[in-house]
């Protein structure tokens, strides 16, 4: 044990000798504040977390079901015709689509998310990029039955910094979910403007819109990959809204969607120009 001053100077700090009993109360109440919202934080990613693992696994086991189930039909026939050989295998080759459909997503979604990993940024001419995007989606098959529409000014002269690759991954993500959820012969508009410094990209539709309270969640991996899905409607991962607005994001942007039920669907995106 060494002498009193030695003990002095090990357990107290000269903070503790100049505060008021007053000041280091209140100091105590803002570190407990700041510590229970922490935690309150920490416990929400943990919720959404379990969520997400809970969703993904479901996802994930219906179609190894199905897939399990039709190997267990071929393993059990003696004889097949190859007809139902054909549909059992067709069957099963759907399914492994899905799966794959959301394995690839979910790794796409993880690396966007990674903010170790870099993203390809280089500034680029708005108009041309909108414009060659939109050009080479209409020749597109799956918007054979929609009326596509462009509705960006010539003359917007302004640049904006973005990973190109991706953004293009964005507005396919928004175009494929226009046209899956509006009608045949419904129109899909590809617009843009801008305010202040700021470029407003807009893919609106006039199909089948989302309800108030569903518009909240549509972005959340979490609800998106299991409660959204629409009938009627071949399933998607349930993640390419999370996609879109993780990349937005890490461009430095923004996104949001405003939708009527019955009348149609416009997401917004908000991208710094330069
Ligand atoms: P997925 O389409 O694979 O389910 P998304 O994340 O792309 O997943 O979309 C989430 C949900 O948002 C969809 O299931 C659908 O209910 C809704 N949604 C997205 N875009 C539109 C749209 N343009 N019109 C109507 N509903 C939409």
């Known amino acids: 044990m060494g002498d009193n001053t030695n003990d002095k100077n090990i ?8 505060d008021s009993i007053e000041v280091l109360s209140l100091k105590l109440l803002k570190a407990t504040d700041e510590l229970t919202k922490k935690n309150e934080a920490l416990n929400k990613s943990e919720k959404a977390r379990k969520e997400m693992l809970s969703n993904i696994s479901h996802d994930l086991r219906a179609p190894i079901t199905a897939i399990r189930s039709s190997i267990d039909l071929l393993n059990s ?24 459909n959301l394995i690839n997503d979910m790794y796409y979604l993880f690396c966007v998310e990674d903010e170790g990993r870099k993203l390809d940024i280089e ?20 918007y054979d039955n929609h009326d596509m529409q462009l509705d960006v000014p ?8 973005i990973d190109v690759q991706k953004t293009v991954r964005v507005l396919d993500n928004l175009f494929t979910n226009a046209a899956k959820y509006s009608g045949d012969g419904s129109s899909i508009t590809l617009g843009a403007g801008l305010e202040g410094e700021w470029l407003k990209i807009t893919v609106s539709d006039n199909g089948i819109g989302i309800d108030e309270d569903a518009v909240k969640h549509i972005f959340e991996r979490t609800y998106t990959v299991s409660s959204a899905r629409t009938p009627g409607v071949e399933a998607g991962s349930g993640l390419g809204l999370s ?32």
């Open 11 to 18: 357990f107290e700090s000269p903070q503790v000798e100049s």
């Open 77 to 100: 026939m003696n004889d097949i015709s190859r007809d139902d050989l054909k549909s059992t295998l067709g069957i099963i080759d759907r399914r492994v689509a899905n799966l794959e």
């Open 123 to 142: 500034t680029v001419d708005a108009v041309t990029f909108l414009e060659n995007y939109f050009f080479d989606a209409i020749v597109d098959s799956r």
């Open 154 to 161: 010539a003359d917007l002269n302004c640049s904006i910094a």
């Open 243 to 274: 996609i879109v607005r993780a990349v937005i994001e890490r461009e430095g942007g923004t996104i949001h969607c405003d939708s009527t039920p019955g009348c149609g669907t416009t997401f917004t995106i908000e991208l710094k120009t330069f």
